[in-house]
């Protein structure tokens, strides 16, 4: 599968691993805050008045809080520390510079903590995933400076010249994200109307397909054969799928504006690179099925690759949807509404969090060179998280598709629609409570695996 199979774990004892474990668990702590905001939130879907005299409390101060904390505070984070972790095995070498790591992670955590007061405070620039004052904004450009300055430097050291497909979508996320974070956050400044929206659409797509979905999938690369231990199917085929997804999703960031004012041109290309995606996608899905053929038996008590696998059919569902209803006719019913809901947080709380909880159960015993806490709990966090998540979305889909088609009827009052959006709501919320006590159980198992570690010795790296 890679040079770090070939070598042994005797190549690995020198790995300190410090900068990864604090990012994990920063990311760890965040995504219980942002899921404590998430609750809130979908309980004000029921409840509009609850703590609605508190100004930082209302729905327009949390929802911002909730999105960049659920993205930048926990996933990215997360998917940091995980990198910070496979690529140094994958070159051979320790990580560049640990000093560095751990300067990375103290400004990171200051930009989220800065986030977290700021955007509650009202201080908002009024742009999709891009709410964050110009001077966070500086510094996370920064921030993501020293950490690609770290992994380039690691991967330019390597001991093993072959490079595993993980570190070709690692690299190029790099760049990918250097460049969609500054359109998105600092281009979109010096434009405004249908230009202004046209920007902030390609880096709201573009945040989930050239930074979420390419540190997701090396994620996936790496820790489904690791976790599994079996060889990756096909190198060739993971070639395919990087090179294709590499020409195809920055075209795709238009398919939200489907009947707006822009050009029908740009609208025509947006659905024919959106429909194209089904290239990358298949590719990986069944990389990664092939990958686990003869070893399905292990989802029974293999807690790693049911996160894994279950994630990838998450990618797969995500993946689906996302051309089906770039289609003007789909569109036409589903744009705006709940749907879209449904389906943004399957590919942020189901897909690519499933990666990286499935990495973060495999990897933290191994950084601290000791045994997970409880299996137990962490089957436990799974089936929460998974039932949990499919009355989330589900009730979305359905809900937003009927909503979707209501708003088309003009016979039929706005109002009357959000009556018609509670019980679905209610079910969210349910779902909702559920994830979040997945997400406890996750943290509550990755902090008694850090202090009980003297207790459990382990020689696995």
Known sequence: MSAEDVKGPSAMAAHEDKSAFGFVMAAGLFFVVSGIYALVIAAKLQYPTLLGSVSWLTYGRMRPVHT??????????????????????????????????????????????????????????????????????????????????????????????QMYVSLWYILASILWTAFVYLVGNFATMFTSGVNQANLNWFYVHNAVGLIFTPLGLALGYYFIPKASEAPLYSHRLSMIG????????????????????????????????????????????????????GQWHQLKDNVPIKFLMSGTIFYLLTCFQGPMHSLRSVNAIVSKTDWIVGHAHMAVLGAFSFFAVGGAYYAIPRMLKTKLHSQALANASFWMWLVGGLSFFVSLWIGGFLQGLQWNDPSIPFIDTVKFMQPFW????????????????????????????????????
């Open 68 to 161: 960049n904390g659920m993205l930048f505070g926990w996933l990215l984070a997360a998917d940091m520390g995980l990198i910070y972790y496979l690529v140094p095995r994958l070159c051979g070498v320790k990580l560049w510079s640990e000093k560095l790591g751990l300067a990375t992670l103290a400004l990171w955590i200051t930009i989220i903590l800065g986030a977290v007061v700021t955007i509650s405070l009202g201080f908002n620039q009024g742009l999709e995933y891009a709410e964050l004052p110009l001077w966070l904004d500086i510094l996370v450009v920064i921030a993501w400076i020293m950490f690609g300055i770290n992994i380039f430097a690691t991967v330019a050291v390597r001991k093993y010249q």
């Open 426 to 461: 209610a079910v969210r919320l349910i779902g909702g409570i559920l994830m979040f006590g997945g997400i406890l159980i996750f943290f509550w198992n990755i902090v008694a695996t850090f202090t009980g570690r003297a207790d459990r010795p382990s020689e696995a790296l």
């Open 242 to 293: 990087f090179w294709s997804l590499a020409f195809v999703y920055v075209w795709t960031g238009a398919h939200h504006m489907l009947h707006g004012p822009i050009s029908q041109w740009l609208q025509t290309v947006s659905i024919l690179f959106s429909v194209m995606l089904m290239i990358p996608v298949w590719s990986l899905v069944w990389n990664f099925f092939a990958t686990m053929k």
